[in-house]
């Protein structure tokens, strides 16, 4: 005996699920939907390796990303210090907000609110005893945070160098960033008078510090 099926709408009985799907088709089409297919075997597995590749791409586009963004500006500490200058170094822990400002051809550089720990290097955070390198910022007026439990341990933290090195910038007596003192003036100035010390100079609590390059043809 054949079993029956039957509509739900109006009752009817059909021999099959094919006569029941023609009558709801032509009957009642507003409310018709037409059954789902079910995928084969074959489909199922290309679906597969296709989610697969996708997703084998992604993490190989993700590490590429990645790859490029940690060689971009790599900047190395080229710091020197002197006996005398890690002498003055203390030696207990350190809390110092120096003020930088940096101006490229009458043009204020901004600074990045999250230096050293969003952006840039996070590096020597047992420094700090945070997530962060010892020295950072909060917002991008350019107030410089040196939080360093022990600046003794490494002098160089405390220095101008470091900012830049954290920064992933250069800054040296004859560069800062891509300009460089072939085709301009570069100028430092600590509290309104002008340092010679450059990326050595050691920062102090409340300095403010104003860098200034301008290019021969401005």
């Not at 939080?147 to 040296?172: H, I, M, Q």
Request: charged share 25%.
């Amino acid at each position: 005996m054949v079993e029956k099926t039957r509509c739900e709408i109006c009752d009817k009985e059909f021999n099959s699920e094919d006569s029941l799907n023609m009558h709801n088709k032509s009957k009642h089409f507003e409310l018709y939907k037409p059954p789902k297919k079910k995928l084969t075997s074959q489909q199922k597995k290309k679906i597969r390796n296709w989610l697969i590749f996708l997703v084998f791409a992604i993490l190989l586009g993700w590490g590429l990303f990645v790859s490029i963004k940690n060689n971009q500006s790599k900047v190395d500490l080229s710091v020197e210090l002197s006996e005398g200058k890690k002498s003055e170094v203390p030696s207990g822990s350190v809390h110092w907000h120096p003020k930088i400002s940096i101006i490229i051809d009458g043009e204020q550089v901004s600074i990045p609110s999250d230096l050293g720990y969003g952006t840039g290097k996070m590096v020597d955070t047992h420094l700090s005893g945070m997530r962060m390198s010892p020295i950072h910022t909060h917002d991008s007026g350019g107030t410089i945070h040196l939080e360093n439990n022990n600046p003794s341990s490494k002098p160089e933290t405390l220095s101008l160098g470091y900012f830049f090195y954290v920064w992933n910038k250069t800054f040296n007596s004859t560069c800062i960033f891509e300009y460089c003192t072939d085709k301009g003036s570069l100028k430092l100035f600590v509290n309104g008078k002008e340092n010679f010390e450059f990326e050595n100079y050691l920062m102090r609590d409340k300095d403010q510090i104003r860098i200034e390059y301008k290019s021969l043809t401005k």
